[in-house]
């Protein structure tokens, strides 16, 4: 892997996708969340000749980047990359001619923060001073986390960082970040942040084996760049464009992730009718009971612990994939 993809993210359980994945020359592929292009390189090279690798990204520095490293594969295969989130998939490739009548034989959801995220300043990482933006999307018109914090209610703030981080503790890194709002001093920058729900928590209570507002940064940025909803949109497209017999699948890296698409998949598989809060579109829009997908893990896949010593930000890695059945 050349050094400059290594920024970006070095590719989780690539092996594992492409095995699942199953790309073959002349086949359709998207990738959903192309980052620096490490899983798509991989696409690529074994759909040629004839394929047609589509990489969408909601972030410019990773579609530039894409661009750029993927342009080696287009002697025998067609790339086209596109700035979007996939919740707007569908509205993506409708309104992009060459991309319109697409049916697709594979998706790939490579899900989290990648390398090069974490090390630009956006306040993604606790371990340098930097602002507090924590946007996915560094062109986004919506609130940085240091905004959404000086505005909130403290009840609010207790519910976002309750709900997709931190339970147990929310409720008193809610009280110490209006605390010290109140005293003039609002939490601006990551080193902020941080040291203000390391004092929320009692040392005793400190987890081993990561920093203890890592949940607490994670709540804020699912909460801000809306990362359930999107998924659960994408997956829904996703799962709609695919021909009978192509294949998805779905790398994430923290539990509400995962949930979302194991619930996604069995509901889909008809494992389940509907499972609570989570109704896929196109589950609901199905006129009987037959399934959509078919299941090809059973329990998720996780990285071996070469990879986990060889890339510590694929610990928390699961891979889960399907198949579609019956007619589109």
């Given amino acids: 892997m050349d050094a400059d993809a290594r920024t970006?993210?070095?590719?989780?359980?690539?092996?594992?996708?492409?095995?699942?994945?199953?790309?073959?020359?002349?086949?359709?592929?998207?990738?959903?969340?192309?980052?620096?292009?490490?899983?798509?390189?991989?696409?690529?090279?074994?759909?040629?000749?004839?394929?047609?690798?589509?990489?969408?990204?909601?972030?410019?520095?990773?579609?530039?980047?894409?661009?750029?490293?993927?342009?080696?594969?287009?002697?025998?295969?067609?790339?086209?990359?596109?700035?979007?989130?996939?919740a707007n998939l569908e509205f993506a490739l409708d309104a992009n001619t060459e991309t319109r009548d697409f049916r697709l034989d594979g998706v790939l959801f490579d899900l989290g923060v990648s390398s090069h995220q974490l090390d630009a300043p956006r306040g993604f990482s606790f371990r340098r001073t930097e602002p507090l933006d924590l946007r996915m999307d560094s062109?986004?018109?919506?609130?940085?986390?240091?905004?959404?914090?000086?505005?909130?209610?403290?009840?609010?703030?207790?519910?976002?960082?309750?709900?997709?981080?931190?339970?147990r503790w929310a409720g008193k890194i809610a009280h110490r970040l209006v605390e010290r709002r109140e005293r003039g001093k609002p939490v601006v920058t990551t080193t902020d942040l941080a040291e203000t729900v390391e004092a929320s928590i009692p040392r005793a209570a400190w987890p081993q084996s990561i920093h203890p507002a890592t949940r607490t940064f994670q709540a804020l940025r699912i909460f801000l760049n809306d990362e359930i909803g999107q998924l659960s949109a994408g997956l829904?497209?996703?799962?709609?464009r695919?021909?009978?017999?192509?294949?998805?699948?779905?790398?994430?890296?923290?539990?509400?992730?995962d949930t979302v698409v194991k619930r996604a998949f069995n509901a889909l598989s008809g494992k389940v009718s509907s499972p609570p809060g989570y109704s896929p579109a196109v589950f609901a829009q199905r006129s009987g009971p037959q399934p959509i997908l078919r299941l090809l893990t059973r329990k998720p896949i996780v990285p071996n612990a070469r990879e986990n010593a060889d890339n510590p930000r694929a610990r928390s890695a699961k891979l889960r994939a399907a198949v579609r059945v019956g007619e589109a």
Avoid: N, W
């Fill in 8 to 86: 970006y993210h070095e590719p989780v359980l690539l092996e594992e996708t492409i095995e699942l994945l199953a790309p073959q020359p002349q086949e359709v592929f998207l990738d959903a969340t192309v980052g620096g292009g490490g899983h798509s390189a991989r696409i690529a090279e074994a759909i040629r000749p004839g394929g047609t690798l589509l990489c969408m990204d909601r972030d410019d520095d990773a579609v530039r980047e894409a661009t750029r490293r993927l342009a080696r594969y287009s002697d025998g295969c067609r790339i086209i990359v596109i700035r979007s989130d996939f």
């Fill in 139 to 167: 062109q986004s018109a919506g609130p940085t986390a240091a905004q959404f914090l000086a505005e909130a209610s403290k009840a609010e703030i207790e519910r976002v960082v309750k709900d997709y981080g931190e339970p």
């Fill in 236 to 240: 829904d497209a996703a799962v709609s």
């Fill in 242 to 257: 695919l021909r009978p017999g192509g294949r998805i699948a779905i790398i994430s890296y923290q539990s509400l992730e």
